[in-house]
């Protein structure tokens, strides 16, 4: 219990496990026999309530921790031992004189208190409660005062103590200053220290990740001796601790960045840290060059730029005349052994080779005892690699009876990723087996031994095919020595290297900064909703991104509505909302589409879901029961329909008030995933609200519903206070529970751990049970609302779009292919529904592929690791995409073909006919609802959603058929007209009156006077040179013509085609 006593003394908490040997310290200490006698310990236990009210109500001694139970259990031992010395010595000693070591104003206390709540109790139970709380403040103030001497001396010893003086000098000096500490020199939690005890009062700490935010707060809080206090303060996304009192607050790079949207000049700060720069992700480079830009503004404000292996030519180049201050690291001495392997084990294609590995385990085994302690770390890249190693070493474990093996992902569960700062058991070391995580973002104590394979998983973004690429590179010299440094935070270590010394050599300096290997749309979107009046060509990058994916942003946003086509500085209403929500443009289109359709709840769910880890656990894919016990939150239309499904079943099983944390762990759940959801959904309804997209719903809840609510926020504030100065405790791993087996072990304590109420609490203070009942009836679908779901998703994930490939073998275990337009061979990713369950995929064709139920697939994310795949695929009626296809050409009386990818022949031209027309009303009367909506103009009638549904079940025979050679250079998306409106391409061979489309887009689209008639027996392709449909004698004659193409372009390289 920790109690802040009104004179300013401090009882720190004592955990209950130590609380008698407390008692015994403490009388001790004070040197008397305990005084209660008998009678007396029986009167203080029975006016405990009377008592507790009097001495740690509000406003007098504040509780803070497990309030009740610590100290009251401290007393209840201190009655114990009473009584033991009762019988040893008769006599009471006099206490007057002892009482004058407590330094608490009783009588202040007295007298400031109601007298009511104490005046029927004896005055001797009263004396005696207050020598109880005395005793206990006493021994633990002067415990503290050891403990502080202890951290002045370790904060005096650390390598940045040294330089204090000159940092603090320089930055009086200058307004920005340049920070390269080495790995253990104290840098993160001794300069936020220093700034304050120099007078600095509002100092801002970024950090690239939440986890470094909160730790980093509560660390140096304990630093400033003001770990229960708010001058220390972390901010992150749903949770804060900030409070007007806060002088250090840690916040996340993103966070920072909303508050420069709104305040351009950042005046809440006069000192503001960026850490870790090194990491160069996109937030991370954002700031500096908005900070950059606001330096001259505000001359009072100082920037100070942190990291342990930091470009310095770039950053001081960036900010010319910026001192730099180098700091060595503390490292204990690491022993380097390069041991390299085999160039064929190295290989991309080669099967990994767990052997080096697991040699080095068994040479620790025989040169190191047992009995010293010291775990191991081995980086690799990837859960693949990860996972096989794992597994290998596993088999070595178990014979040797000296390892637990665990793994160490960013996609594993929250609990799974807590065992690796778990202790393992006397005579026993911990292997973890990690991706690049565990270089700067977390600390793991007790490691000794380091394993570099010096491999790593680099996402790379290709612009012309639009997909993310996790490729195998080697790691920069710069992280290699990331990794050395682990071995040697808490003792003397070895690395072992698995290449050599001359290939470290030849590595790169540095790893390639984020901006020149992802997707720049959100960046761009980004940049211009905060109104910085620059040209987004010219903006002052610190590293400028690569020019061709720099445009194919620029031309994408224009394509999907969201800059103007003619200043791509220039906002549209539609991009004006996007740029306010934290997604990324297809999600935050599919959140738009909703307000407009009306189907907001079901949609909130998916853009939430998209927005997270999927919430279905990696191992549990492994698990056919935990596989088998979700079989019915699986939808025959995919993955984001599975979203649906799983957060409806648990609203439904909190609504039943089930465990929900037991329910989700049975079915291979992370239930924090789904916390998460719900607070997104909270967060794009209000980001929606604040648009005027959709009306703020007025609380209506009956009293009783309030006070229901109003406790939960109480305990909800209790609780948060508990688990801010809780510590969490190390536990011991189960012997022989390896990776695969841990999570099985009901532990004791995980029930009663404030940590597992919050989300609990949150999820009850944010929800009424309406809502709730509301969410779950959306969620069901009803016919009419279901195929209009369908069109929001399609529409919002479109261009990405695949068509599936006709020979696919419909059974569990086979791949299942499908055709992009920039890829043709790519695979539903194994984990997803339709991969799980590819019957879904089955349709009722003929030979010749026939059928009244063809469906096209739409896809979140194309990611390439070992192969191209599909992520969070939903399964959609193929006609539907020439509602809301770019380019729409009704090549045949027969055919229609969206742009230039997929062909729809109809067998029919009647039916050919009836769904174009469909589709235009369509397109018409969205783009006109669209516009209204975007004017804050009220739009009604459920006529669209009729139309929507009646062309989503029209059963028309058809077949699809993919062309060859789809138009590369296509632009994608929809188009945003002057007004803000919506409107699309489409063209007819016959006449121009259902078009809905600009003039540039009819004319490339119409079909030329000169183009022959169909021809039987020839093959159909589009050639996006000629911008017709030709027909060729055979697949050798069409790759003919395209090379014809091919061959003049290279004589005329300067013309365009």
């Not at 609380?19 to 310990?41: G, I, K, N, Q």
């Not at 600095?200 to 950090?207: E, P, S």
């Not at 299942?816 to 337009?821: D, I, K, M, S, V």
Request: proline fraction near 4%; include cysteine.
């Amino acid at each position: 219990m920790e109690v802040v006593a009104v004179e300013g003394s401090v009882i720190v908490e004592a955990p209950a496990a130590h609380l008698l040997h407390l008692c015994h310290c403490a009388m001790a200490f004070l040197r008397v026999s305990s005084p209660f006698t008998m009678e007396l310990e029986d009167e203080v236990w029975r006016a405990r309530k009377v008592l507790y009210s009097a001495y740690f109500g509000k406003g007098r001694y504040t509780p803070r921790g497990s309030t009740d139970a610590q100290f009251f259990h401290f007393l209840e031992k201190l009655l114990a031992l009473s009584r033991k010395k009762k019988e040893k010595h008769g006599k009471l000693l006099d206490m007057s004189v002892r009482r004058k070591l407590i330094r608490f104003d009783f009588q202040w206390l007295r007298e400031a208190r109601n007298a009511g709540d104490i005046r029927h109790l004896r005055e001797d139970i009263v004396e005696e409660f207050e020598f109880a709380v005395g005793s206990y403040a006493a021994y633990r103030n002067r415990d503290r005062f050891n403990k502080v001497k202890k951290l002045r001396e370790s904060q005096k010893s650390l390598p940045i103590a040294v330089e204090r003086q000159n940092i603090l000098d320089l930055l009086e000096m200058n307004q920005v200053v340049i920070v390269a500490g080495d790995t253990g020199c104290g840098k993160s939690t001794q300069l936020p220290r220093y700034l304050l005890e120099a007078g600095y009062g509002k100092i801002a700490c970024t950090q690239p990740r939440r986890i470094a935010c909160t730790a980093l707060a509560k660390r140096v809080a304990f630093e400033t001796l003001n770990q229960y206090g708010n001058k220390v303060a972390y901010q992150i996304r749903f949770e804060k601790t900030k409070t007007r009192m806060t002088r250090i607050l840690f916040l996340t790079e993103g966070l920072l960045l909303r508050q420069l949207a709104t305040d351009r000049s950042l005046n809440q700060y006069n000192v503001i840290i960026l850490d870790e720069v090194h990491e160069r992700n996109l937030h991370g480079d954002l700031l500096v060059a908005l900070l950059r830009d606001v330096i001259p503004k505000r001359p009072d404000l100082k920037l100070i730029l942190m990291s342990a292996t930091i470009n310095l030519d770039l950053f001081t180049g960036y900010f010319e005349g910026a001192p730099v201050v180098q700091v060595p690291g503390r490292l204990f001495p690491i022993e380097l052994k390069y041991m390299p392997v085999k160039e064929h084990d190295t290989s991309k294609t080669a099967k990994i080779d767990i052997g080096p590995y697991l040699r080095i385990l068994q040479m620790i085994d025989q040169k190191y005892p047992s009995k010293d302690r010291g775990d191991v770390l081995i980086f690799v890249n990837g859960m693949a690699a990860i996972s096989t190693i794992a597994e290998g070493l596993k088999k070595y474990a178990e014979h040797s009876k000296r390892w637990i093996i665990l793994r160490l992902h960013s996609s594993l569960t929250e609990e799974e990723q807590d065992k690796v700062f778990d202790m393992a058991p006397a005579g026993v070391r911990k292997c973890i087996i990690s991706t690049n995580i565990a270089e700067t973002s977390l600390t793991i104590d007790e490691i000794r031994f380091v394993i570099d394979s010096g491999k790593v998983n680099l996402a790379r973004y290709d612009p012309i095919t639009r997909s993310s690429r996790l490729t195998d590179c080697w790691v920069s010299k710069a992280s290699a020595n990331q990794r050395m440094g682990r071995a040697g935070r808490t003792g003397p270590g070895v690395c072992f290297r698995l290449y050599s010394s001359d290939h470290f050599n030849k590595m790169e300096n540095f790893t390639p900064s984020e901006i020149r290997r992802v997707s720049l749309d959100s960046l761009i979107l980004q940049i211009l909703g905060m109104k910085l009046n620059w040209d987004v060509e010219d903006f002052p990058f610190l590293e400028r991104p690569d020019e061709e994916a720099f445009k194919e942003a620029i031309t994408s946003l224009q394509c999907q509505g969201v800059l103007l086509e003619e200043n791509h500085n220039v906002l549209t209403p539609l991009g004006e909302i996007l740029s306010m929500l934290p997604v990324d443009v297809a999600i935050g289109k599919m959140l738009v589409y909703s307000c407009v359709m009306n189907q907001i709840e079901v949609v909130l769910t998916v853009a939430a879901g998209l927005s997270v880890q999927y919430p279905f656990t990696a191992q549990s894919f492994q698990s056919s029961n935990l596989v088998k016990k979700r079989e019915e939150m699986m939808s025959s239309i995919g993955d984001p329909f599975v979203l649906v499904n799983v957060y409806r079943e648990w609203l439904e099983a909190k609504a039943r008030g089930e465990n929900t944390r037991e329910w989700s762990r049975d079915r291979g759940i992370d239930e924090s995933r789904l916390y998460e959801i719900s607070k997104l959904r909270k967060q794009f309804a209000e980001i929606l609200e604040q648009a005027n997209l959709i009306e703020k719903e007025e609380e209506d809840s009956t009293k009783f519903e309030r006070r229901v609510r109003a406790g939960d926020k109480r305990r909800l504030r209790e609780l948060k206070k508990e688990a801010r100065f809780q510590e969490k405790k190390r536990k011991v791993l189960k012997y022989e529970k390896h990776f695969d087996s841990f999570m099985d072990i009901d532990e004791e304590g995980d029930q009663n751990d404030p940590l597992k109420e919050i989300s609990f609490l949150e999820f009850a203070v944010a929800h009424n049970q309406r809502e709730v009942n509301k969410v779950i009836r959306c969620h069901k679908l009803r016919d009419l609302a279901r195929p209009v779901v369908k069109m929001i998703i399609a529409s919002g994930l479109y261009p990405q779009v695949a068509m599936e490939h006709t020979h696919n073998v419909h059974t569990y275990g086979h791949a299942q292919l499908a055709y992009c337009r920039s890829k043709p061979f790519v695979k539903i990713h194994p984990n997803g529904c339709l991969s799980q369950h590819p019957d879904f995929l089955d349709i009722e064709q003929d030979h010749d592929g026939v059928s009244d139920n063809h469906h096209l697939l739409y896809y979140g994310m194309l990611l390439e690791t070992t192969d191209p795949f599909l992520v969070n695929t939903a399964k959609i009626p193929a006609v539907l995409l020439i509602a809301f296809a770019r380019s729409v050409i009704h090549v045949e009386p027969r055919i229609i073909c969206c742009d230039g990818f997929i062909e729809f022949i109809f067998d029919r031209e009647e039916h050919a006919e009836d769904v174009f027309k469909q589709a235009c009303e369509i397109r018409r009367e969205f783009a006109e609802a669209m516009a209204r909506k975007l004017a804050n103009q009220k739009y009604g009638g459920r006529e669209l959603d009729r139309k929507i549904g009646k062309l989503s079940r029209s059963a028309y025979p058809l077949r699809l058929r993919r062309i060859m050679y789809p138009p590369v250079g296509m632009l994608l998306g929809v188009h945003s007209l002057k007004d803000g409106a919506i409107s699309f391409a489409v063209t007819v061979d016959k006449d121009d009156s259902a078009t809905d489309a600009t003039s540039q887009d009819s004319q490339d689209g119409k079909k030329e006077e000169d183009e022959p008639e169909e021809k039987k027996g020839k093959l159909q392709r589009f050639c996006n040179f000629c911008q017709k449909m030709m027909y060729f004698v055979g697949p050798t004659d069409a790759a003919r013509h395209m090379r014809s193409h091919k061959e003049e372009q290279k004589k005329e390289p300067k013309e365009e085609p």
